[in-house]
């Protein structure tokens, strides 16, 4: 076992010896973004920066390639530590993308440009041999792109993978092989595999219909289903008429044939009636189905041995996004994929458990903060209805005023003598009232002088403050009333005016009926 194990081991560091590193870029360092060199064929791209966004899994494999303006073009072109022929090679670029931002609309793939590239001239229109990478616009817009540029055509696979696009790291993985096999990969898990030739319409069909064949005389090529020939019509099948007059219905007694025209009883539907009868559809024996001319060898078709070869020398970013914050970083491409999956290990699978715990946390510490705001809206509001509920209650003392207020003028209008006892009454009252508050001022004042003795200097203070607090309220309550008693005296005055104004409108009533009298009175002389 232990020789085994030993065998196995050294296999592992011989393939990763052999192994050849073309670009790797982690961006553990700060100045490792200069190496992607900007295009100056437009001055309105968006900036780039090392970042290790709001959440990662680990610090040490955090950092990556952040889009940072909204709504821009980007196009940055780095160079490959060599030239990248795969002939004869796999070929594998593998990186990965964070959409930190909550992608609504923008691209996150690479393109992999060849060796005569003017980094300065890059833009949409440059020449390139992959382009690999998801791209997600809307929540219908969503495709990873696999283009393969086959004799200066770029082609789409046909098959349309769907991207990540969540706000965590993904990794994608693109494997072209030297026997023109392939495998797309997302986040180690296989999404599309098998021939090149089979997903993107690069080379002519192997077999095509042979232009020579022809259809046979007899062929019967429809219907598929016929009606039964011995299927009968039942005896007592019903086929019409769907409706008939109701049997039940009589014409009306008040029924006029020549005013109301011909009657006729109301239409009911038939309750025998089954429907037009059509015979059962059995399969047609002599159906054969749709021909097709057999298939043979298409002369044009030739096995190209170049099909899975690129010549790569850059690796670019040319997109568009609408909101920025995408993250690109753990770009690889190597000829091995052994070592790809062991660096995707490394740099991603080992911390997708502490990214996700990560983003949980803030999640979780935002929606903490959002309930304390909305629990926070809501207190504010109670106390604002019993703000609005203590202004309602002062109203209605007022208005308690007002009516006091009234009553007094009532008692204005009584006559002398009722005053006069009235008076007298309110004077005996008056004096209970004087002897009953005069106690209670001495007690207040033994009080006041007992806490006088107990209190510090400090307590003597509050207490002026509150009796300063307590005289302002007064004043308060005291210009309410005040103004209460002003509003119901003009209430009072403009009864007055309106009982004058109704005297007035009574008497002009009167005289006018006076004049109608008199008119009568002329019209019958």
């Known amino acids: 076992m232990r020789c085994s194990f030993a065998l196995t081991t050294l296999a592992a560091l011989a393939s990763s010896a052999l192994a050849r590193v073309y670009f790797e870029e982690t961006f553990s360092s700060p100045e490792s973004i200069d190496n992607f060199k900007p295009s100056k064929v437009r001055d309105d791209i968006g900036s780039i920066k090392v970042s290790n966004g709001k959440w990662y899994g680990s610090e040490e494999h955090a950092a990556g390639l952040q889009l940072v303006d909204d709504a821009r073009f980007y196009a940055y072109a780095a160079k490959l530590k060599r030239p990248f022929n795969s002939k004869g090679k796999d070929f594998i670029v593998q990186f990965t993308v964070k959409y930190e931002q909550d992608i609504d609309c923008g691209g996150a793939y690479l393109k992999l440009l060849p060796p005569t590239l003017e980094p300065e001239k890059f833009d ?28 200066n055509t770029n082609n789409q696979i046909e098959k349309v993978i769907q991207p990540r ?12 092989r030297a026997d023109k096999t392939f495998e797309i990969r997302i986040d180690n898990k296989v999404q599309e595999e098998g021939k090149i030739e089979d997903f993107w319409k690069v080379l002519p069909d192997k077999q095509v219909p042979d232009p020579d064949a022809k259809k046979p005389e007899d062929w019967v090529d429809g219907p598929a289903m016929i009606e039964d020939p011995e299927d009968k019509k039942p005896e007592d099948w019903v086929d019409g008429p769907a409706t008939l007059p109701d049997p039940d219905a009589k014409k009306p007694e008040d029924w006029d044939d020549d005013m109301d025209g011909d009657w006729e009883a109301p239409v009911i539907a038939n309750p025998d009636y089954k429907g037009e009868w059509k015979p059962r559809s059995i399969k047609n024996p002599e159906y054969k189905g749709e021909w097709t001319a ?8 030739d096995e190209d041995e170049d099909l899975a070869v690129f010549n790569v020398g850059y690796v670019g970013l040319d997109i568009w996004t609408v909101k920025a914050g995408t993250i690109f970083s753990n770009i690889l491409i190597t000829d091995d994929f052994d070592y790809a999956s062991q660096f995707g290990n490394t740099t991603w699978a080992e911390n997708v458990e502490g990214e996700i715990a990560a983003k949980k946390a803030i999640d979780d510490e935002e929606a903490k903060k959002l309930e304390e705001e909305r629990k926070a809206k809501e207190a504010e509001k109670e106390e604002e209805k019993a703000n609005d509920k203590d202004k309602a209650d002062e109203l209605e003392g007022d208005d308690e005023v007002v009516e006091k207020r009234d009553g007094d003028d009532e008692l204005e209008d009584k006559p002398a003598d009722e005053e006069d006892k009235t008076v007298k009454e309110e004077d005996m009252e008056g004096v209970a009232e004087e ?18 003795e107990a209190q510090e200097a400090d307590e003597k203070d509050e207490e002026d403050e509150k009796i300063a607090a307590k005289k302002a309220r007064d004043e308060e309550k005291a210009a309410k009333r005040a103004a209460a008693k002003e509003a119901a005296e003009k209430a009072k005055q403009a009864a007055k005016e309106a009982a004058e104004a109704a005297r007035k409108a009574e008497e002009a009533a009167a005289e006018a009926e006076k004049e109608d009298e008199k008119y009568d009175a002329h019209d019958e002389l």
Request: charged share 30%; hydrophobic share 25%.
């Open 124 to 151: 949409g229109d440059s020449e390139y041999e992959i382009m690999f990478g998801p791209d997600i616009c809307g929540s219908t817009n969503r495709r990873v792109h696999a283009i393969i540029n086959y004799n």
């Open 165 to 176: 696009g969540d706000q965590l790291s993904h990794q994608y993985t693109f494997w072209i």
């Open 294 to 301: 057999p298939l043979v060898d298409n002369p044009d078709y």
């Open 435 to 452: 002897d009953t508050e005069s106690d209670l001022v001495e007690d207040v004042k033994e009080e006041a002088e007992e806490k006088e």
